[in-house]
């Protein structure tokens, strides 16, 4: 029986097998079948695996790149929400944002995808700007007067006074009014609204004498959805009570100004003071911008635990993104 022989071709890395079943029984025919097998396969008819080529280095490149630019950004806010909360801190830490290129190339395994080389302009300046723009907002709500509207503080969201207030299946993110009073502000997290006029209703942490409203937006140079922001913003007020209904009365009787207005778009049989009418600006520096109550509301002590915040118009938008609202004042 014929026997296994090492090939003379190529023996490092294939063994030449003759196969009697091809062999002719005739005397004359001399004919056989020969097959190759790979040493690195138990099957002579099982091909060799390939090897996929390797990436070309501009792509390997680029696929670490981007999440590791990715991760940068991300460290850098957090690291600055952390800072934000010592406002003495921020001129320290604002110092050092030049020199987070420079640190990061001396960083192991970092230094090849993230070094000055690596960090195009345009990308460190976003990264600047994002950072600066996180302190500066936390830095001004860290100073700003106390929240009565704020979620974390005990307000709510009255749904029965807010426009497009919907439940269960057909509900989503961006439908949820409570966005507008919470403190976590970031891009894309905003209650969004598709018509206008649109209001929002709040009930109040406790009743309070209002002084001061506050519109919250991002920052035009940093937000790609600018066109969205409020423009021409009402506050609106329940008056509620004897005491304050017999104050309201008095104010009405003596000529309060701007009560010939309409009702908020949601009234619901309740008597309404507007409070204040105001404009919100997005090209202004200041993102966060802050509006006065008319004076003849803080003068008088009327106090309100229920107000309104209706969206007249926007900056040209297809939909408006109200991204926070705060309301100001001293405990009723």
Not at 57 to 76: D, E, K, N, Q
Not at 127 to 141: C, G, K, N, P, Q
Not at 211 to 229: M, N
Request: charged share 15%; net charge negative.
């Amino acid at each position: 029986m014929p026997s296994s022989r090492e090939s003379p071709f190529n023996g490092s890395r294939f063994v030449l097998r003759e196969d009697s079943r091809t062999w002719s029984n005739e005397p004359n025919q001399s004919r056989k079948m020969l097959h190759f097998a790979s040493t690195a396969s138990t099957s002579s008819d099982s091909d060799e695996p390939e090897i996929s080529p390797p990436l070309p280095p501009s792509t390997s490149r680029f696929a670490i790149l981007l999440p590791t630019t990715v991760a940068i950004m991300l460290l850098a806010i957090a690291f600055g929400f952390h800072l934000a909360r010592e406002p003495s801190q921020s001129t320290v830490l604002l110092s050092y944002i030049p020199t987070l290129p420079l640190f990061l190339s001396t960083r192991p395994h970092v230094a090849d995808y993230a070094s000055p080389a690596a960090l195009t302009p345009a990308l460190r300046t976003a990264i600047e700007e994002v950072v600066r723009s996180t302190l500066r907002a936390h830095d001004i709500a860290r100073r700003a007067p106390p929240d009565y509207a704020l979620q974390a503080h005990g307000s709510r969201v009255a749904k029965t006074l807010t426009s497009g207030s919907t439940t269960g299946l057909f509900s989503s993110r961006e439908d949820d009014p409570s966005i507008a009073i919470d403190d976590d502000v970031h891009a894309g997290k905003c209650w969004q609204v598709t018509t206008l006029p649109s209001q929002l209703g709040i009930r109040l942490s406790c009743m309070v004498y209002p002084t001061y409203v506050t519109v919250e937006h991002l920052p035009a140079e940093v937000s790609v959805e600018a066109d969205q922001a409020p423009k021409t913003v009402q506050v609106w007020g329940v008056v509620e009570g004897i005491r304050n209904e017999d104050i309201f009365a008095s104010l009405v009787a003596s000529g309060l100004s701007g009560y010939d207005e309409p009702a908020p778009p949601i009234a619901k049989n309740f008597l309404w003071a507007p409070l204040a009418s105001f404009t919100y600006n997005i090209h202004a520096d200041n993102p966060v911008q802050t509006f006065p109550v008319s004076e003849m509301y803080t003068h008088s002590k009327l106090s309100f635990g229920v107000v309104a915040v209706v969206l007249l118009d926007n900056w040209g938008g297809n939909s408006t993104c109200l991204y926070r609202v705060r309301v100001h004042g001293t405990p009723a």
